[in-house]
């Protein structure tokens, strides 16, 4: 299923070695040759400067050409990200890698520009490539599976966060119930009128009761003696 295919590419994504003494998870990477041009305003520009060696634990190395104040080149992006587009190219369609980096680095620069640093969670433009692998290589309905693989399926949606969905927030578990017994069973439907007629009459009675109740109290209690 889905979500514990994406819970496994999540952990495979990092270096299983983290840098000595950083104590930070490093996504891993791909080398892009040529290097990607990105186009960014001055602004942007700065702020990649000023944190570039924080994303590249985001597997993302930028390069800045002296040349032009509105371009950056990327030479290194997340493993994943090269993993898309084998896959896009291999179905014959149009490349990805260029505007899933564009993506990556508006989303890394706003949050710069709102938090003045880098998150350590993983990022929402990597989720959203993951995502798409964890539900093209997931297992699906009506796919055969032995008892082992079952139990290993199972076992491995323990470890996710939310293992009732899969990457894309549809639903991966469903409730089975053996349902045909109703087809042979006839359904009677209720006759409305005579419930109300019913009711009706049971809310008469209840007054009637009421009211005889009330006056065999009344006959047993004794007369008020004047004072």
Known sequence: MGQSRICSLSRDSYEKQQPQGSGRKKLLS???SPPLEISVTEEQRRLLRCYHNSLEDLGLEILFPDTSDSLVLVGKVPLCFAEREANELRRGRATVTKSIVEEFIRE??????????????????????????????????????????????????????LPFQCAHGRPSMLPLADMDHL?????????????????????????????DTRQRLQESMPPCEPL
Not at 190 to 210: E, Y
């Open 30 to 32: 791909s080398t892009i």
């Open 108 to 161: 890394q620069v706003e949050l710069l520009q709102t938090t003045g640093g880098i998150q350590g969670t993983l990022p929402l433009t990597v989720q959203k490539v993951l995502a798409s692998q964890a539900c093209h290589g997931a297992i699906k309905f009506n796919d055969g599976l032995s008892l082992e693989e079952s139990c290993r399926l199972i076992e491995a949606l323990s470890w996710c966060q």
């Open 183 to 211: 087809e042979q069973e006839k359904q009677v439907k209720p006759n409305l009128a005579r419930l109300c007629r019913m009711a009706q009459a049971w809310h008469l009675f209840g007054k009637a009761q009421g009211c």
